[in-house]
């Protein structure tokens, strides 16, 4: 004589439907964190970005001061030889173009270091990134305040924290539904 014995347990209070609706908030919220974390890297990019379009222009604006710089040497050399201009003048003039050949230096290293930084952002060392191009002055209207107070919902953080009072709630869900006995 044999004896089969089935059994198959069978859960009380939704125990069931509460672990998978844990689950999904879990899900739910690690989402919403994979979301913000790639929105923080937007984010990050973006700044490095901008910071290599200031940079740029830096650069460019030391290029003109160094330009000018020099013309006034060359104009204050013009003047000492037509016995108009003094020493004092021309070694002024000298310091006033060695500052801007070390402006000029110190703003081409700052380009150089945020672009390195901007490159980082995708993981990379030895990225050559060319001419960034950007207008940095322009403007545009600000949204109606009750146009950003609407979107304070969606912003990363505040989806977070939503997602994790789910988490919490499923999860306390399940817990009291595991005081009933099965």
Do not use: C, M
């Amino acid at each position: 004589q044999n004896t089969l014995q089935l059994s198959q347990l069978i859960e009380l209070g939704d125990k069931r439907e509460l672990r998978a609706a844990a689950a999904t908030a879990t899900r739910d919220r690690i989402r919403v964190e994979y979301e913000s974390a790639r929105v923080e890297v937007l984010g990050t990019a973006t700044v490095h970005f901008i910071e290599v379009v200031s940079a740029q222009e830096d650069v460019r604006l030391a290029g003109l001061a160094l330009a000018q710089a020099e013309e006034l040497v060359k104009a204050v050399e013009r003047r000492i030889k037509a016995s108009v201009g003094s020493a004092l003048e021309e070694k002024r003039a000298q310091i006033l173009a060695a500052r801007a050949k070390n402006s000029v230096r110190r703003t081409r290293r700052t380009l150089e270091a945020s672009k390195q930084q901007l490159a980082a952002n995708w993981g990379s060392r030895g990225a050559k990134i060319g001419r960034a191009t950007g207008d940095l002055f322009s403007t545009h209207p600000l949204p109606a305040l009750g146009s950003l107070l609407a979107r304070i919902d969606g912003a990363p953080d505040r989806r977070i924290a939503v997602a994790e009072e789910r988490v919490r709630a499923a999860e306390t869900a399940l817990a009291r539904s595991r005081r009933v006995s099965d």
